[in-house]
């Protein structure tokens, strides 16, 4: 070891020694992080950066070789032999090809020490080919002990280095990896150079110019280190590249691609951190489950690209309503969940209001405004819930009670709602399973002249009779129906059915089918109208369709365009429950309907309340001054139809003038009954098929 010392600092430019130490260290760490990406990939990806890792290991070495070589004065003149000294460039380059290629072959330490090994050999290969290319004018020895002790130092320190590189999994262990590496080439050389002695011949001077073998090392050195930096600059713009990529697979898949909000995969890891926290500190989390009421609707009506524009400006919404501790993710479809932290009533109050406020404010999409709406479950954890999973299902049921109740948006879960809800989620089923069975009853309801008593036609109502539960009021029915979208589905049948019953009637009675709103606000209706009369081959004028006025004025304009649409090919249109909700004059300006329904709920008043008979007279009046025939719902005494009588009032329905009910139980030996002065008589009639309505 001594002598080793002494060699380098007796017989070196300490300076050129350093440099080729730099170039030794640097390119030895290059050379670690070029082969980690070659240990990581596979086929000719795979091969191009062993062959990059082995052109900077060939460089880096046999640069310090000679960096080191250029750095050693024999007392005699030098000189260079230009083929042995390509050659070992190559030995050097090929033999680290092999050799990284060799330790990333298999599994297990073997290969690692095996290739390091080889790599040992290459560089004690390349160090004394060069040696061969040093001409020296003088009498070359060799000490035999040295010069195998330095091909030993080689071959267990490359082994070592390599067997570091393949089995590091950490920084720390590459860069041990790098730093024995630089031992086992700075050993080899220096060792090697202990074992070469020299008799000079001549006199060193007129022969050798130190300056120039000066700028050669320089030449030497910066050359290494450009082949060193390519390597790893395409290692660097690699991992930039693959970082991106990573980053961009990691957007998709923890993001939702439409509104860029986090994904379900993404919620579910928030929302495991965020019970983690809560069971350590105490605290308390809100679960909110917000589902969109009308979005199958304005898919169906507007086309998907508008139900598209909705979810991305709902998402935009939310995320501007955040604040510190706040989530919201997409869930999929028209599904949203939030993670609140409920610090305090008023804090997850506060929280709820902002996004039943993001909900319900109109989108104003091309020249229309849709209105969303949303229902929304909230469950506490761990108040309502122990488990992720029983509080996601537990916001779930709290979301599908508010669906269920008109009345609120928000939901806070309960116990008991399980039952409930599942209750409610087994009826949708049910009622899915009736349409298909024909398990629905046919009834109706006679409509009369006031006046005369005379059979003016029939409301066609649809009746549920479920084999365990017995009759289901369309008021629960319809409404779990317009939800789960079946409603279009029932009320094409409904149509279709009803049309087709009323083609064999004599005396050719109109029937009256109600819509719902989710019918009204299908783009297709009047086309399926047109398509079912001609199908069933009704006149136009028997067939009357009943709408609120609440279903108008979700989207006034393009409703009536529909209803104009409709009314073209002459079926005549009724305003229902007329006294309720909105009864604005505007509509009846703007629309020319052919019959006022008045609302049931004043007749059951007009015997005590003076105010019921009021309105009463001023709809009445109304309708006389627009020339709009008035029927009035819900008759149930003679006095009642006296009154209205008496008022002028055109058409009754109800009770007292007939219930409800199954064609058979309504016919009389085969004739209809008709009210005449408030006496039955028998109107031939032959008995029709199948009669079917949406309403309660």
């Known amino acids: 070891m001594m002598l080793v010392m002494a060699c380098i600092g007796g017989k070196h430019n300490i300076w050129l020694v350093l440099l080729a130490a730099f170039v030794c260290v640097s390119g030895s760490w290059a050379i670690f992080r070029l082969f980690q990406r070659a240990a990581t990939t596979t086929g000719p990806e795979k091969i191009g ?75 004690a290969a390349m160090h004394y080919t060069g040696m061969f290319a040093y001409r020296v004018q003088g009498i070359v020895d060799w000490d035999m002990t040295y010069l195998m002790a330095s091909i030993v130092l080689s071959v267990v320190l490359s082994a070592v280095s390599l067997h570091l590189a393949v089995n590091g999994k950490f920084n720390r262990r590459l860069a041990a990896a790098s730093g024995v590496l630089a031992l086992a080439i700075v050993s080899l ?9 020299i008799t000079p011949l001549s006199t060193a001077g007129a022969f050798t110019d130190h300056a120039a073998l000066q700028a050669m090392a320089l030449a030497i050195a910066l050359v290494g280190m450009i082949v060193v930096g390519t390597g790893l600059v395409s290692y660097l713009i690699d991992d930039r590249t693959r970082a991106d990529s990573y980053q961009r697979l990691r957007q998709m898949a923890m993001n939702d691609n ?51 524009e909705v979810l991305r400006t709902l998402a935009q919404r939310m995320s501007d309503l955040l604040h510190d501790g706040e989530f919201v993710a997409r869930l999929g479809g028209d599904e949203f969940a939030a993670i609140h932290h409920a610090h305090s009533g008023e804090a997850l109050n506060g929280f709820l209001a902002r996004i039943e406020t993001a909900m319900f404010k109109p989108i104003r999409i091309g020249d229309f405004d849709v209105n969303p709406g949303a229902s929304i479950g909230v469950a506490l954890y761990p108040d309502d819930a122990d488990t992720k999973e029983m509080l996601i299902n537990n916001a779930d049921l709290a979301m599908y009670r508010a669906k269920a109740d008109r009345t609120t948006a928000v939901c806070f879960y309960e116990q008991g709602m399980d039952e409930t809800v599942r209750a409610r989620r ?27 008593g005379e059979v003016r036609g029939y409301e066609v109502l649809l009746r549920w009779k479920h084999p ?32 087709a019953a009323a083609t064999s009637w004599t005396p050719a009675y109109k029937i009256a089918v109600n819509l719902s709103p989710v ?26 369709l009943e709408l609120t006025e609440s279903t108008i004025i979700a989207d006034k304009v393009r409703t009536l365009h529909i209803l104009r649409q409709i009314k073209q090919l002459g079926v005549t249109i009724a305003l229902d429950d007329f006294g309720t909700g909105y009864s604005s004059l505007e509509t009846l300006r703007s629309f020319p309907f052919d019959t006022i329904k008045l609302d049931r709920s004043f007749m059951s008043e007009v015997e005590t309340s003076p105010q019921a008979k009021a309105i009463i007279r001023a709809v009445l009046a109304l309708g006389k001054s627009l020339s709009i025939p008035v029927l009035a719902e819900g008759i149930e005494t003679q006095s009642q139809l006296s009154l209205l009588d008496a008022e002028g009032c ?44 949406l309403s309660a």
Request: charged share 15%; glycine share 8%; net charge negative.
């Open 258 to 308: 439409l509104t860029g909000l986090p994904n379900r995969a993404s919620f579910n890891d928030r929302l495991d951190r965020e019970i983690r926290a809560a069971g350590n500190t105490g605290n308390r989390i809100a679960l909110v489950c917000i589902d969109l009421d009308r979005f199958k609707e304005i898919n169906d009506v507007r086309g998907h690209s508008s139900g598209d």
């Open 49 to 123: 950066w062993h062959f990059l890792t082995a052109t900077a290991a060939g460089s880096a070495i046999w640069c310090t070789h000679f960096i080191a070589m250029l750095a050693y004065d024999p007392g005699a003149p030098v000189a260079f032999d230009a083929v042995l000294t390509i050659v070992s460039l190559l030995v050097a380059i090929g033999g680290a090809l092999v050799s990284f290629v060799i330790a990333t072959s298999g599994s297990g330490r073997l290969p690692s020490i095996v290739g390091g090994s080889l790599l040992g050999v290459s560089i």
């Open 650 to 693: 055109d058409a009754a329905q109800g009770f007292y003038l007939g219930r409800p009910a199954p064609l058979d139980q309504i016919m009389i030996s085969g004739q209809i009954s008709r009210i005449e002065d408030g006496i039955a008589a028998e109107v031939p009639l032959p008995q029709p098929t199948t009669i079917l309505a």
């Open 189 to 197: 050389h220096f060792t090697g150079m202990t074992a070469f002695k």
């Open 468 to 499: 365990k539960h017995g009759f289901i009021p369309p008021s629960e029915f319809i409404p779990l129906a317009e939800e789960t979208g079946l409603i279009l589905q029932l009320g094409e049948w409904v149509l279709r059915r009803a049309c």
């Open 426 to 452: 087994t009826l949708a089923g049910e009622l899915r399973e009736a349409l298909d069975n024909n398990e629905l009853d046919l009834y109706y309801q006679v409509q009369t002249a006031v006046s005369t």
């Open 519 to 544: 019918q009204l606000s299908h783009a297709d209706l009047p086309k399926l109208i047109h398509e079912i009369l001609l199908e069933t081959q009704l006149p136009a004028s028997r067939l009357e």
